[in-house]
């Protein structure tokens, strides 16, 4: 199969993925509208975000796609895997699904997971509902993605299914410095209830290497899906991703992201609460040291009644790295007594870090809540200074502040997210792999998460730890 770089990818290319995987043409003739599309675009459509937008770092001349590429696990992902061999799990390696483990008993319950080459033969009308979903024409990356996909994810969890146990979906991009471009479909319907976790992950590499994914979430009426993502990538890598939440009446999301690698990170997230009732709850951690950029756009659109939204991004940033959240509540004529909040706050670690906070609300009707808040700043030299009175030195002062500026979106989390954020936090800040291997540090952080807002535990805490 031909390898071709971002800025030369052409309509041969296009056909060459689609024939590979035998699609039927009206994905063929999706595709080629979708570059065309993408062709036309500039990178940021806004001419508000414009200015600020770092997405030009991704450099068209080194990120190269192929239909397929190599599949060889890179070796500092074995041991996670193999933590993961008996657990609900999808393993991706560049374009190539490895493995998809399902127990018999998640199988019994009509689950489906499996690759979206394979959802497009058998859960045709779902995978197209997905992809008339996405509107190109909104954003040149939304467009890329839909021209050019080359592997994907696709999960189906039936009517009344509660599941007990969290899928894993693990990706990490090839070897061979080829780039991935994921198609990724959820759909949870009536009344289901379901945990998912995804990992993102990335070998060392010479060139500038690309993740980029398209995600399609449906929360059908009164359905509960409870989503992690993290993402630790390399530095050497960008990651663009694009999401779209649809919920329908009492439906109820929430998400938990941790960003932490990769030289540029830019996530474009839409909920769209269509149903009275609906839920929305997104809370976002992002810590960058070196150059590393965050660019992070999350709108919540109010389509109906008595429907909830909460977005609350902090970022701790260090040397000279950067954040820009821009982010938009927009409640609509018919959404009258919904309830919105919207918040992007960032902690700067040293002078060569830089943060930008664009909130903002469009409001079309009355009686309804919404606020929105921002603030940037340094980190305060009084606290400093009180706490390295305390003998704190000065780097153990400053992680102390963090965790504090955390605590109030940590609550929100359940035990095992709060201790993998915990556990990244720290892994990045002595410099270590960024891995959520469970080993017996990240096992230490697990077990004071469970007992932290306990008070009846915190006896037996303290003397575990004497």
């Not at 933590?83 to 019994?108: R, W, Y």
């Not at 945990?195 to 990335?202: D, F, M, P, R």
């Not at 694009?242 to 938990?256: E, F």
């Not at 030195?393 to 035990?415: C, D, H, N, Q, W």
Request: proline share 3%; glycine share 4%; with cysteine.
């Amino acid at each position: 199969m031909s390898q071709q770089t971002l800025s030369k990818i052409s309509p041969n290319h296009i056909e060459e993925i689609s024939s590979s995987r035998n699609e039927p043409e009206w994905l063929k003739e999706y595709r080629k509208n979708s570059l065309t599309v993408y062709e036309n675009l500039p990178i940021e459509t806004s001419p508000l975000y414009n200015k600020y937008t770092d997405a030009k770092k991704m450099d068209p001349e080194q990120v190269s796609f192929a239909a397929k590429t190599g599949d060889a696990i890179p070796a500092f992902l074995q041991k996670r895997l193999g933590e993961l061999e008996n657990n609900i799990c999808v393993i991706q390696i560049g374009t190539n699904i490895q493995k998809i483990n399902i127990t018999d008993d998640v199988k019994s319950k009509g689950i489906v997971i499996s690759s979206i080459a394979d959802a497009i033969q058998n859960n045709q009308e779902l995978v197209k509902k997905a992809l008339e979903a996405s509107k190109s024409n909104e954003d040149k990356f939304t467009a890329l993605n839909n021209a050019a996909f080359n592997s994907g994810i696709f999960i189906h969890i039936p009517k009344n299914v509660v599941l007990d146990s969290p899928i894993h979906l693990v990706s990490c991009l090839s070897e061979d410095g080829i780039s991935t471009i994921s198609r990724n479909v959820i759909y949870a319907d009536e009344n289901s209830k379901a945990t998912i976790v995804q990992e993102l992950y990335s070998p060392k590499a010479e060139k500038q290497q690309a993740y980029l994914e398209l995600l399609n979430t449906s929360v059908a009426a009164n359905a509960h899906l409870d989503i992690t993502t993290l993402q630790m990538m390399d530095q050497s890598t960008v990651n663009f991703s694009t999401r779209r939440t649809d919920l329908g009446q009492d439906a109820k999301v929430n998400w938990y992201s941790g960003l932490f690698g990769s030289l540029l990170s830019r996530y474009r997230i839409d909920y769209f609460l269509n149903g009275s009732g609906a839920s929305a709850n997104d809370s976002e951690v992002v810590f960058g040291n070196n150059e590393q950029d965050f660019d992070i756009q999350t709108n919540v659109n109010h389509e109906s009644p008595s429907t909830e939204g909460r977005v609350v991004e902090k970022s701790i940033l260090r040397d000279k790295s950067k954040s820009l959240f821009k982010g938009m509540i927009r409640i609509k004529e018919k959404a009258a007594k919904s309830n919105s909040f919207l918040s992007g706050r960032s902690i700067l670690l040293d002078k060569g870090a830089k943060s930008d906070a664009i909130p903002g609300l469009e409001i079309f009707t009355n009686d309804v809540k919404a606020t929105h808040s921002a603030s940037v700043a340094q980190i305060d030299e009084e606290q400093i200074f009180y706490l390295r009175s305390r003998c704190l030195s000065k780097e153990e002062a400053e992680r102390t502040i963090v965790e504090g500026f955390l605590e109030p979106l940590s609550r929100k989390m359940s035990y095992q997210v709060r201790a993998w954020i915990a556990y990244l936090i720290e892994s990045k800040w002595e410099g270590k792999e960024l891995t959520i291997n469970t080993d017996e540090e990240l096992t230490k952080f697990v077990e004071v998460e469970e007992t932290r807002y306990n008070e009846d535990s915190e006896i037996e805490q303290h003397y575990k730890y004497r």
